[in-house]
Structure formats: C-alpha cells, structure tokens
C-alpha cells in the first residue's frame, strides 16, 4: 500500500497538548464511578426519546412496573451497547491507528493519543458492565436475553468486510472510527439533554461524555489529516463510496433494535404477533414524522457536521456526490 507522509505540524501541536492534559482528565486515571441505588428507580431512568415503546397505550396498560421495567432493559440495552462495541469496535481500530496502518501516515503523538482513546474505551466498556450488573442486583431486572445486536460501528464495519474494495478496506476502517466517534459524543450528548438531572441515566452519561468531547475533537483532526494527505486520485475513489458507507452506519441498526424491542415486549407477556404490531406502528409513525432529505435527520446532520469540519466536501468531486445523495446541504 503506497504510504504518504505529510508534515502536518498542526496535528501534532494539537496532539502533545492532548497527550499533556490527558493523565489530569481521563475517567479512568481521575474519577470515582458512580454507583447505582436503589432510590434511584424513583426517577425516570432514561428519557422518553430512547423508549418510544413507553408511550404506547398498549404498552401502558402493564401499569408502571411494566413500563419501569422496560425502561430498565432499555438501559442494559444502551450499557451493552457500550460495552461491546467500545472494544470490539473503538478500541480495536485505536490500535489500528497507534501502529500507523494507513496509507496516509500520523505522527508519534497522534499514535500515542490513539493509545489513550483505547484505554479510556476500554475502561467505558469496563464501567458499563460494572452497572449493568448493578441494575441487576438494586432493581432485579436482567438483561433482554438475545443475541448480540449489531451497533453503528459493527454495521459500518460489515460494511467495510464485505462492500469496500479490498485495496480501501483499511482507509475505510479510519474513515469509521473517526465518523463513529464523532456520532458516538452526539448521540451521549442528546441523550443527556434530554435526561433528568442527577438520575443514574444522567450520572452515567456525563461520566462516559468526560472522555467522549475529547475524543471527538481529536478524530476531527485525524479525519482531516487523513482526508488531506491522501493522494488525488485514492481521496476520490473513497469519496466515491462514502454514500454507501454513511448509509451502512446510519441505517443499518434499524433492524437489530425492531428484534430487540419484540424481545423485550415478549419478555412482558405480548404474543409475539402482538409484540411486532406494537413496535412496527411505534417505529412506522416515528419513521412517517421525519422529514424526507436525509440531512434533515439530526443523527445524519451530526455526521454533515464532521464532513464539513473536517474538509472532506471541500472536495469537489465528494461534495457534488454527498450533495446528490443528500447526505450534506447544497
Ligand atoms: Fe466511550
Ligand atoms: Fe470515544
């Protein structure tokens, strides 16, 4: 694979300034986990917007327990999602990265940086797994069981496996991890907005969003580094397939939460039949509310964010295609 070393003396300023202030803010090196109490099942747990399900009528006539009960499968449902995909996503690209794998190459200090995101990943998915056994033990609820759905990042990685040519299957591996972390932060911090303040839900979120703003900045820097070290003709053939790719990240969830909430209305005594009506007509309406243009998707705006601060659509030829697609604003 050709390799291009680009000076990029901004990157590594903003690096060794990282790496400097990293040990005096890292979770992982500076903060007491929080830990979950019993009197905590008095608020809402989660905000309504990441269990559309609690507002169905149906769903409602359980009474409160059920609909408690549901809220906290939701919450095991979004720590396993952080403890898996931290590591089997993040952290294994991170290592991708600190050993230089890509055919526009980094400096030390960003590779070390690379380091640093891995461990603070790792730690998440450490702490995540740490209250989720904790909800088990205060509130007795367990997790849905079913097996491993698949997160933004595993759907753009499949994507990666077996779309991508083979030649871009490693640059398009950097592309995801610098995409999926900057959704990953957005995501957290919606979530946040919405949740109650001082509940688990909140105390966790703002834990996890310690580490996250920090990371996101950062692979805004390395997807410019990338995007403009890369040679004419490479930036365009990946320019080329980002349409695919953002489709793959953005959407390709969408199954794997419909089986798990019919799994988690089954686990509350709904015939499965009666399971998929309710989560079919929750999500078609959800669906039928949003506009038609992509980009008018906050999720998707988030990413139109990064394209634009990143440099990416200041290529002509990508942001012609991104604006055919939808994807960014004309
Ligand atoms: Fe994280
Ligand atoms: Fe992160």
């Known amino acids: ?21 990293w040990d005096k803010r890292a979770t992982v090196r ?73 055919s526009v190459s980094f400096p030390n200090s960003a590779r070390q940086v ?12 450490f702490i995540a797994r740490k209250y989720m056994k904790e909800i088990e033990t205060v509130f007795g609820v367990e ?12 759907c753009a990685l499949a994507w990666v496996e077996t779309k991508a040519p083979e030649s871009l299957k490693q640059d ?12 990953i932060t957005h995501e957290l911090l919606d979530m946040k907005r919405d949740s109650e303040p001082g509940n688990a839900f909140h105390h966790v979120l703002s834990e996890h969003l310690t580490d996250e703003g920090r990371h996101q900045v950062f692979f805004e820097e390395v ?35 419909i089986d798990w909430n019919k799994t988690a209305l089954i686990g509350l005594g709904f015939k499965p039949k009666r399971a998929a009506r309710i989560v079919k007509q929750c999500y078609t309406r959800l669906y039928e509310e949003k506009s038609s243009k992509k980009y008018d998707s906050p999720i998707v705006a988030h990413s139109e964010s990064l394209i634009v601060r990143s440099e990416v659509s200041a290529h002509g030829p990508t942001r012609k295609l991104l604006v055919d697609t939808e994807w960014i604003r004309p």
């Open 114 to 125: 690379a380091l640093t995101v891995a461990t603070d990943e790792a730690y998440h998915a």
């Open 172 to 183: 398009f591996r950097v592309v995801t991890l610098c995409f999926a972390e900057h959704l």
């Open 1 to 21: 694979m050709p390799r291009i070393t680009k000076k990029t003396p901004d990157l590594d300023a903003f690096c060794s300034n990282y790496l400097r202030q």
């Open 223 to 257: 997807l410019r580094h990338f995007w403009t070290g890369l040679t004419e003709k490479r930036r365009k053939q990946i320019g080329e397939l980002l349409p695919e790719f953002l489709a793959a990240l953005h959407f390709g969830w969408f199954p794997g939460i």
């Open 143 to 154: 997790p849905v069981d079913l097996p491993a759905k698949k997160s933004l990042i595993d």
């Open 30 to 102: 500076n903060t007491e986990p929080y830990v979950i109490r019993k009197s905590d099942v008095r608020t809402y747990t989660i905000p309504p917007m990441m269990q559309p399900l609690t507002s169905e009528p149906e769903v409602q006539e359980l009474g409160k327990a059920a609909v408690r009960t549901l809220e906290l499968q939701t919450f095991h449902n979004f720590l396993d999602d952080i403890a898996r995909g931290e590591i089997d996503g993040v952290t294994v690209l991170c290592g991708r990265l600190a050993n230089d794998e890509f």
